[in-house]
């Protein structure tokens, strides 16, 4: 056999045992246009800088090559835009740069292959792993050498819960527009108590290293939770690895850059709305769209979302003690504070900087990567409607963070499963530091 054919049976095995893996509530079995899997072949991702220029000539560049040229905004802030454009655009959307004096760096010319390469990573290092299946290997077949469906992931939830009976609390806290359910761990001494933390990831469905790295995180407190320090085992610990099921797995399905969750429009053919667009602070600000096409694209109104208002109701009544809300994304190396809906600081920014750069200087120590600890609009720009915002807003939250994990733009979303480990840790790391700054509760 060729390399190349190797290549494609392994493909195709994988192919086969995804859409198995997969099953789908009965409702959704009718195929549809929108389930035919997404192809990125010979589309490019383009980095361009100095479209503030541009801007400033009322020309959005985003946005026209987002309408366009078919573009996929990847990431988008004060000093670059990253976005994908489609083989078949790539020739008019150049020139339509170059009218604009702007000249693309190519961060990738094919992304399908870097999608293909991305599954046949994990493919070989998880068949290494089942070969050699070991006495320790977990019931869930729960590992961090590659990405995982849902069901893994809610399986490994529940084997954490049967574990740990008289600790955890497993939560279904509502369900999404295609039936899945919404699931919350609660680890906890003391509910009574104790201070809380929440962390979530998932929020965006193709950041995939946002759910890796919250399980990863879930796994580190578990493993080892009898001789944890007294700042961990003291707190009381909400865990939410997927904010948008249905996204996340249309992401493994059909088409690995969406972004939003699927819920289905009155108004447009086009499905989904940003839930981290969708929270009720600064809904109707800057930074969303109010395009139901748009990948930002904030919802017919403040909370509309059946995933939002879940994470949201089920917070309110927590929010005694709720010290940290702690989100994952990626991409862009950053640990962010509020606010981003409006360009201003919180009063107590000089804390929250100080702890974000300690967590970014362990972090270097650790893993040698170079994270930034800003204020979110400072860097990102301003955009309502964000669920850190709103934790702080909504309920005086203290520690909010927002992380966006690996990496710089090299492989952006589509991080190869080899940087699963140790960007994971990366993501623990920001979880001692801030339970650190917690300290203990006074009961504990
Ligand atoms: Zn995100």
Not at 8 to 19: D, K, T, Y
Not at 202 to 216: C, K, L, M, Y
Not at 238 to 262: A, C, F, H, Q
Not at 286 to 308: K, L
């Amino acid at each position: 056999m060729t390399q190349k054919t190797q290549l494609l049976m392994l493909l195709l095995v994988a192919a086969a045992a995804a859409s198995s893996a997969n099953e789908l509530p009965s409702n959704l079995t009718q195929l549809d246009a929108n389930e035919i899997p997404q192809r990125y072949d010979e589309a490019q991702l383009w980095r361009i800088y100095n479209i503030s220029e541009a801007m400033q000539q009322r020309v959005p560049v985003g946005q026209m090559l987002e309408q366009k040229f078919g573009g996929n905004i990847w990431k988008e802030n004060s000093k670059f835009l990253d976005i994908s454009i489609a083989r078949d655009q790539l020739k008019a959307a150049r020139s339509f740069l170059s009218a604009h004096r702007l000249d693309p760096q190519i961060l990738s010319h094919n992304i399908q292959s870097m999608i293909d390469e991305e599954l046949l990573e994990g493919i070989q290092s998880s068949s290494f792993t089942l070969g050699s299946r070991t006495k320790k290997a977990a019931r869930s077949g729960m590992h961090w050498k590659d990405y995982h469906d849902l069901e893994t992931i809610y399986s490994f939830m529940r084997e954490i819960r049967s574990k740990f009976p008289n600790i955890v609390r497993l939560y279904t806290i509502g369900q999404t527009a295609e039936g899945r359910d919404l699931k919350v761990l609660r680890i906890s001494e003391n509910p009574r108590e104790n201070k809380k933390v929440w962390i979530d990831g998932g929020i965006h469905a193709r950041e995939w290293i946002s759910p890796a790295t919250v399980t990863f995180i879930l796994y580190q407190l578990m493993s080892d939770w009898e001789n944890q320090p007294a700042h961990i085992r003291g707190l009381t610990w909400y865990i939410m690895p997927v904010m948008n099921p249905d996204g996340y797995e249309y992401s493994r399905t059909t088409n690995r850059l969406w972004r939003k969750n699927r819920s289905p429009s009155r108004r447009a053919q086009c499905s989904g709305v940003d839930l981290n667009r969708n929270f009720d602070i600064g809904w109707n600000g800057y930074g969303s769209s109010t395009n139901p096409c748009s990948d930002t694209y904030r919802g017919s109104s403040p909370a509309s979302e059946r995933e939002t208002r879940a994470v949201a109701e089920f917070l309110a009544k927590r929010k005694y003690n709720l010290e940290s809300y702690l989100t994952f994304h990626s991409y862009g190396q950053m640990i962010v504070y509020p606010w981003a809906y409006k360009a201003v600081k919180v009063k107590d920014a000089s804390v929250l900087q100080r702890v974000s750069s300690l967590a970014a200087e362990r972090i270097l120590q650790k893993t040698g990567t170079s994270y930034r600890a800003a204020v979110t609009h400072e860097v990102l720009g301003i955009a309502g409607g964000g669920s850190d915002d709103w934790s702080r807003a909504a309920l005086g939250v203290k520690y909010v963070y927002t992380i966006e994990l690996r990496d710089r733009g090299a492989y952006g979303f589509v991080l190869p499963p080899r940087f699963i480990k140790d960007t994971a840790l990366e993501g623990w790391t920001v979880v001692e530091t801030v339970a650190q700054a917690i300290g203990p509760s006074s009961a504990a």
